[in-house]
């Protein structure tokens, strides 16, 4: 006789479920089976735990229960630069922190950093309920192999993620060539898999550290493996300056010209678009991430992110490394496009929780063509996020994105769940352990902060 399935019966939640026809469903009740790590069944507590008698419970006493949070662009090797100071005068542009900053700070990670630069920013994914991460890392005296490294930091998390290593000529053509030669080894290793909790894309650095040479190497690598790229565009004018001075094309007809975009393509942020570019991300059916915490903290400008909606191009929501609380992104987006445009009917509740929610969906299901993410139904993936949260007004399925973008702090997240696993539970993180990874952390990012000292000022 076969063994009987064990069942998590999860009671007394109110259960937003987001999705086409959202509902939000009070003393709500879900039933994950441990077999495949979707939701099996969902419905009034009273229903299902008559229907399960024998499930295990787990009283979620009246917490708000949510499918986890996406994070459709971030970088887990940006995780030491945190209170690192930088030797010399303050970067003035963004060209000047990409060459005072972050080019320092990746040069200076080992295969070791980066493992622990990721466990720190999967600590936080858990701790925050974000359980989907597309990640783009960089370190270019650790190339070989460094997809590994971080895969298996998720793995031991328990979260899915989607990796690539960023190809630049920064670095000169070996080190080129060795990000090519990466991205298409993860693609082929066995990480990647139908159904694993990994994906790759084919990582690229921006336009302005790449030649045609090395973008025609980067398309030839990709052959038939099947592989999206993943790019920063625009992020910044230097990005088209250096394009129309290159090539005398923008950023994004050069992209397009030299064969990367399409509908398995991120370009994230795309400040700086005109509307032809507009047109071709949408014609492609390219992908944009929006990331308004880095594009403010490195005063970039606003990405036009309504304009690019209008014209139907796909748009989901990252963090570009910020912290993996998806909700203060989300407050950012809410927040910035009101005060730029000085029109409080800018980028209203509900568009910012489509991002968050709906396409970042879509987006994860360019890399998990099987997996239902960003809504609770059954055949859903069992991810899921516990905000202990009691509305002091009126909650409603429709006015939920003002409940989240007003009421939810950081601290409200009590348990994670990523395909039916526990990952946190009453605040306690059950498959990494923090306090070891703190500190360990701590030590070594004081050695990446010495040696990034050691390359001496620009
Ligand atoms: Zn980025």
Redesign the pocket.
């Known amino acids: 006789m076969a063994a009987e399935k064990s069942q998590l019966l999860i009671t007394h939640a109110r259960l937003a479920t987001l999705g086409d026809a959202p509902a939000l469903i009070e003393d709500g009740a879900l039933l994950i089976e441990d077999d495949d790590g979707r939701i099996a069944a969902l419905g009034p507590t009273a229903e299902l735990a008559a229907r399960y008698p024998a499930a295990e419970r787990w009283d979620a006493a009246g917490q708000l229960v949510l499918p986890a949070s996406i994070c459709a ?1 971030t ?1 887990f090797y940006g995780a030491f630069a945190r209170g690192m100071a930088v030797p010399g005068e303050p970067a003035a542009d963004f060209p000047q922190i990409l060459e005072r900053l972050w080019w320092r700070l990746d040069k200076a990670l080992t295969l070791g950093d980066a493992r622990y630069s990721a466990l720190v920013c999967l600590v936080d994914a858990v701790r925050h309920g974000t359980t989907t991460l597309i990640d ?1 890392h960089a370190s270019p005296n650790g190339i070989e192999g460094s997809l590994d490294v971080v895969a298996e930091a998720v793995r031991e998390a328990g979260l899915r993620a989607c990796l690539c290593y960023e190809v630049t000529d920064r670095d000169g053509p070996e080190r080129a060539q060795a990000g090519i030669v990466e991205n298409v080894r993860f693609a082929r290793s066995q990480f990647v898999n139908h159904d694993s909790q990994f994906a790759a894309s084919f990582g690229l650095h921006a336009s302005l550290t790449l030649s045609d040479e090395t973008l025609a190497d980067c398309v030839s690598a990709v052959g038939d493996l099947g592989l999206g790229f993943h790019v ?1 565009v625009a992020e910044d004018g230097a990005d088209q300056d250096d394009s129309l001075h290159k090539s005398g094309k923008r950023v994004v007809h050069r992209l397009h010209d030299a064969g990367i975009l399409g509908p398995r393509t991120i370009a ?2 795309c400040v700086h678009v005109d509307e032809g570019e507009i047109e071709l991300l949408a014609e492609t059916g390219t992908w944009v991430t929006h ?1 308004p915490r ?1 594009n403010m903290n490195n005063g970039v400008g606003v990405a036009p992110i309504e304009r690019m909606l209008r014209a139907g191009v796909n748009i989901g929501l990252g963090n ?2 910020f912290s993996n609380h998806m909700f203060a992104e989300m407050k950012a987006a809410y927040l910035v496009h009101k005060l730029n445009q000085r029109d409080p009917r800018a980028m209203p509740g509900d568009l910012v929780m489509r991002l968050a929610y709906a396409n970042n969906a879509r987006l994860a299901r360019v890399f998990w063509p099987d997996l239902v993410l960003g809504e609770l139904r059954e055949g859903a993936a069992a991810d899921l996020v516990f905000l202990d949260y009691a509305p002091t007004t009126p909650l409603t399925a429709g006015n939920l994105p003002w409940h989240l973008l007003f009421g939810i702090e950081a601290s409200a997240v009590t348990a994670t769940l990523c395909a039916g696993r526990v990952l946190m539970r009453d605040r306690e993180l059950l498959t990494l352990d923090e306090e070891a990874i703190t500190a360990r952390s701590r030590e070594l990012a004081a050695q990446v902060w010495d040696r990034v000292n050691e390359q001496g000022l620009f």
Do not use: L
Request: net charge negative; proline share 0%; charged share 10%.
């Open positions: 662009h970088h783009h920063h994230a942020h990331q880095s570009d490394g």
